[in-house]
């Protein structure tokens, strides 16, 4: 079947104009490596936004998916389907979860996550015991509740009244959570252990583990959003296991699925109970297509020795980009782990991340930003070394460019 030739001009008639995509369209592409429309190959350091996570056309997660294509694809909740227990099971055995909760997405994840605590505190502590404190520069989706924990007032600029009972502290300040939290009205405090969006800023262990001590002090969830960090992009499975911090829920969507929409809500019995028949759903969550793919995923990045490979790639390409860096005075520092970095821009090259994007694509090599001071780069946990080698020579021949 013939099918006509689209442009880059074809989104702005017939899309909604809420994102700005580039002007190149991929439409192939094979381990860390990209195709567009005229042949042109890139290097992709971008991951899909920490999503591809085991790359492109991934031959095990090829195999799952036309595996259970030939059996079920769709059943909904109505009834329960064996992808979907399976892979339940495997996340339980792989963490410290006892019940599991599919969705779509991560704002999906995250929506299920607060309404849980709500109704949590609800069940055991009365309706005052509401409110949810997050942080400031979080990113928890873009669902009006998610997008509301989150603490981004520009994503909700245009859409109040945002939903009450929500309150941000400062990342890494414990001063400022114990200035906000209370026995009689905190029901859940949620961070990213690594917030992404803003800037790819880690959390201080400490700062972790005195919030574990807090939440338990005021019987109020702790919650971990590990969109972005789950699923081996830190180089462990989850990365409360980096920090031996254990939350009450924990969110994972992006590279659950390796590209596949899939996203979990992961729990104990006893916090799980609270969604019980009719609390809560989705259409499409354990869809089975989905949940087969997921589980390839996690069979496969849950190896040792592609953890410790994530652990060797992240310390290369972090070195890479520093010494760049250096060479030419755009980074102060790389901060983050595993394979989810971000390049700090220094103070004469600040608001210009955008522009090392494009600059990036000119030679071939994709990468992200983390807002505009921000350099962010989320490969597959697979890619060859000798790309991450090819990968940094294209990116810096993009910065001599923009240096000159």
Known sequence: MNKEPVSRELFDEVMVPNYAPGNIIPVRGEGSRVWDQEGREFLDLQGGIAVTSLGHAHPGLLGALQEQSEKVWHLSNVMTNEPALRLAKTLRDHTFAERVFFANSGAEANEAAFKLARRYAWDHFGPDKHEIISFKNAFHGRTLFTVSV???????????????????????????????????????????PIQGESGVVPADPEFLKGLRQLCDDNDALLIFDEVQTGVGRTGHLYAYEMYGVIPDILTSAKGLGGGFPVAAMLTTAKVGASLAVGTHG?????????????????DTVSQPEILKGVNERSEKLRQGMMAIGER?????????????????????????????????????????????????????????????????????????????
């Open 150 to 192: 989150g603490g981004q007032q520009k994503y909700l600029e245009g859409f109040e009244p945002a939903p009450g009972g929500i309150h941000h502290a400062d990342f890494n300040d414990l001063d400022s959570v114990k200035a906000l939290i209370s026995k009689e009205k905190t029901c859940a405090v949620v961070i990213e």
């Open 282 to 298: 989705s259409t499409y969550g354990g869809n089975a297509l989905a949940c087969a793919v997921a589980q390839k995923v996690i």
């Open 328 to 404: 030419y005075g755009i980074f102060s520092e790389v901060r983050g782990a595993g394979l989810l970095l971000g390049c700090v821009l220094t103070e004469q090259w600040k608001g210009r991340a955008k522009d090392f994007l494009a600059a990036g694509l000119e030679e071939g090599v994709m990468v992200l930003v983390a807002g505009a001071d921000v350099v962010r780069l989320a490969p597959s946990l697979i890619i060859p070394e000798t790309d991450i080698d090819e990968a940094l020579e294209r990116f810096e021949t993009a910065v001599k460019k923009l240096a000159q």
